[in-house]
């Protein structure tokens, strides 16, 4: 009866083994299933501007460089109609600023076809900006602006309004834009 006892007993371990597994695996794949925010990729660089229309509808236009140093829009604006959650703004915020790394400057008329416009005057009407670009020594630093008369922005404080780190998430970008929004005019 000895010899019968421990291979029952084997048996008996090997189940809870094997069930264990189960339950760990599962346990697992149900945590990303729940939605469970994941780390994003650090922004290292990159330099955007987020405008918002009355109705809440966004455009984002990514700016690089060019050959002068004076910063260029990229022909390439990212639209993002409501409704949204601040995580998928701050997320199209991010994919913009990954379109910097390698981005080519377009000419003016490239980026008013782009916007559906003739001039950035008219585009820019009713609509309110925040600038978003990335300070090597603080992180990604958020002003606010005030619209001029010719269409242009114009920072409203000479610092950093507000500054995330790197690393921030797409929630945390998101959420900083929509309670920015309020000081811009």
């Not at 010899?3 to 599962?26: N, R």
């Not at 469970?36 to 918002?52: D, N, R």
């Not at 005057?121 to 606010?144: A, D, M, Q, W």
Request: glycine share 10%.
């Amino acid at each position: 009866m000895g010899g019968d006892y421990s291979a029952y007993l084997k048996y008996i371990v090997l189940f809870a083994c094997i069930l264990a597994a189960v339950w760990f695996f599962a346990a697992r794949a149900g945590r990303t299933k729940t939605g469970a925010i994941e780390k994003c990729a650090a922004i290292g660089s990159g330099s955007v501007s987020v405008l918002i229309d009355a109705a809440g509808d966004v455009t984002v236009i990514p700016y690089v460089k060019d050959k002068y140093g004076r910063g260029r829009a990229l022909p390439a604006p990212v639209f993002l109609k409501r409704p949204y959650t601040p995580d998928l703004l701050g997320h199209n915020v991010r994919m913009a600023m990954k379109l910097c790394e390698s981005g080519v400057p377009g000419t003016d008329g490239e980026l008013m076809s782009k916007l559906g416009t003739m001039e950035w005057r008219e585009f820019s009407r009713n609509k309110r900006n925040i600038s978003i670009y990335c300070n090597p020594k603080h992180g990604l630093v958020f002003n606010t602006t005030r619209r001029k008369a010719d269409g242009s922005y114009r920072f409203n404080y000479a610092g950093f309004e507000r500054v995330l780190g790197f690393d921030a998430g797409d929630l945390e970008l998101g959420r900083t834009i929509l309670e920015l929004l309020p000081r811009c005019r």
